[in-house]
């Protein structure tokens, strides 16, 4: 039983990292009904330009390190956010009339130039979070001893959720993103100016991806340049598993992707995790084409 | 006072020339209907106005300024809102979502909220189903949304395409005549229709599209008289 929830919440915590990644695909392919294939390297940005800030620019020397590591988060965050917004102005806004096939191959090439960028700038080895960077305390619960760095984790990625999901539900411009994904023209009919909308999602997704950069390298201590293809994969997977374009099937097909892959590792084999993970979205895909919470059909994949 | 006039307005789509020169105008306070058959353009001519499509030759003046230059989401601002073909609510939102974006334009909450009373006033229907989805409506309720949505932008003129479509006749009846209490409101109304026996009864002048072009244009009771429209378009 022990073993079981420790599992769990291991498996919540890089679920939740999953889910944010995820939210960027899927917001994203929502307004453009397209894949942004260099989405997994914002997020390995994301953990570049936190780990420059936190030690470069020593800032955990001019901050208490939990203050530190809270302001590196957010300026991470507004960062490659910016490079997201740029992005859309470079790579996709100059095609949005071209043909789908064309902006595939243009997110491919952003994909490509942006893990060579961090290549060349950081080179080719694998970084390390300094260790002080983690919050070392360990919190008592049912019995059973757990890092607090993964309760933070957990926690702060269901902040980000609930705040998004706060922001999509609940707000005029929230309202208006949900428009332009269900029919461009006839929000354009109502006023909303849709290349705005598309500029904010590629603030928002791109800063919620970049944050999780972050968290991995807090969480896991380690970052290396090809980071965002193996992340990015498992998030768009959970962006399909959950239905791609849904936001809170994002949100689900991430944790559960986590959990999924986290009880295979305990159970099963650690080997064996990649292998179980995409199993489960094969079936879930038989069962359900659409992804967990998707309505549409999936034809415009 | 003429609110909207196109003089001239030729579309393409892609390399087919669509609309030849359109020539059209609506005062203030009227209900112009547009006739035609399927594909005579007349959908294409109410997306030019409110800007989603652009057409690469004439004018089009509203209030006396030219609108061919602004960007489409800006057109709702001025005071052109138009419930479009096929409706085209948001499906996955509420009734009352749907409703509070067609006033995404308009600044002042408050007024907002008395136009919102007004249009479940008008429709009582959607006041009962404000948190269904819009999607679960049926399609005389899809178009009371549509509608209402548009009036939510408080315009000035009011463009809808094809209220009757696929409607049983007695909601027919009731939505035109919503039009006309809409109408009397002050809006001015630019109706298109293929219903043209109700649309005539209920506009003070009609044009006829055939195939991109203006043929006819008349009062509508001379259009209700008129032979040659009896037998093409009112059934002989």
Redesign the interface.
């Known amino acids: 039983m022990e073993q079981f929830l420790q599992q769990v919440l291991n498996g919540l915590a890089v679920g939740g990292i999953y889910a944010l990644v995820a939210l960027g695909y899927t917001m994203v392919y929502g307004v453009l009904k397209l894949i942004n294939f260099a989405h997994g390297d914002l997020f390995t940005i994301g953990a570049y330009l936190g780990l420059t800030l936190l030690v470069s620019c020593n800032l955990s020397g001019l901050l208490p390190v939990p203050l530190a590591v809270l302001a590196v988060f957010i300026m991470v965050a507004l960062l490659v956010a910016l490079i997201g917004f740029l992005l859309e102005r470079a790579a996709y806004r100059p095609l949005r009339h071209a043909g789908r096939l064309s902006a595939v191959v243009s997110a491919l090439g952003a994909s490509i130039f942006f893990q060579n960028a961090v290549m060349l700038l950081y080179g080719a080895r694998v970084y390390v979070y300094p260790d002080f960077l983690r919050p070392d305390f360990t919190v008592h619960l049912f019995g059973m001893n757990v890092p607090g760095v993964r309760l933070l984790v957990i926690a702060a990625s269901i902040m980000l959720m609930l705040g998004l999901w706060a922001f999509i539900q609940r707000t ?1 411009i929230g ?2 993103i ?2 332009v994904a ?2 461009p ?10 290349d705005r909308i598309i500029s904010l999602v590629f603030l928002i997704g791109p800063g919620l991806g970049g944050a999780a950069g972050l968290m991995v390298g807090i969480y896991y201590g380690q970052i290396d340049f090809t980071m965002g293809w193996s992340y990015g994969l498992k998030a768009f997977t959970a962006a399909i598993l959950g239905g791609i374009g849904n936001i809170p099937g994002a949100m689900l097909g991430g944790l559960l992707l986590g959990v999924i892959e986290a009880l295979a590792a305990g159970y099963i084999a650690i080997a064996w995790k990649d292998a179980i993970a995409f199993l489960v979205l094969i079936l879930i895909l038989i069962i359900r084409p659409t992804g967990i919470l998707g ?1 549409r059909t999936a034809d415009k994949l | 006072m003429a609110l909207l006039t196109l003089s001239g307005i030729r579309v393409r789509y892609g390399r087919v020339e669509v609309l030849h020169g359109i020539d059209l105008r609506v005062d203030e306070g009227e209900i112009v209907t547009i006739l035609g058959a399927n594909g005579a353009g007349k959908s294409t001519t109410l997306l030019s106005i ?3 499509v652009r057409p690469f030759a004439g004018e089009m003046l509203f209030d006396g300024k030219p609108l061919l230059k602004v ?7 001025l005071g052109i ?2 419930s ?1 073909e096929g409706r ?6 509420t009734v009352l ?1 749907n409703l ?3 006033a ?2 308009i600044r002042d909450a408050a007024r907002s909220e008395r136009t919102l009373e007004w249009i479940f006033d008008l429709f009582p229907r959607l006041l009962e189903r404000k948190e269904q989805l819009a999607g679960t409506l049926s399609g005389g309720e899809q178009q009371m949304l549509a509608i209402g ?2 009036l939510m ?1 408080e315009p000035r003129l009011l463009l809808l395409d094809e209220p009757s479509l696929g409607l049983a006749p007695l909601l027919v009846r009731s939505i035109f005549e919503t039009v006309r209490a809409i109408n009397e409101r002050g809006v001015t109304v630019l109706l298109v229709e293929q219903n043209a026996r109700a649309a005539l009864r209920l506009a003070t002048r009609g044009y006829v599209l055939e195939v991109g072009r203006v043929v006819m244009e008349d009062r509508a009771e001379a259009l209700l008289a008129n032979a040659s429209i009896r037998e093409a378009y009112l059934g002989g």
């Open positions: 005029r309202a208006a949900r428009a269900i029919d023209g006839a929000a354009q009919l109502m006023g909303i100016n849709v309505e | 409110s800007g989603l960007p489409s989401h800006e057109v709702v601002g809102a138009q479009p085209r609510v948001f499906g996955a939102m979502e509070r974006l067609g995404f334009c949505r548009a932008a």
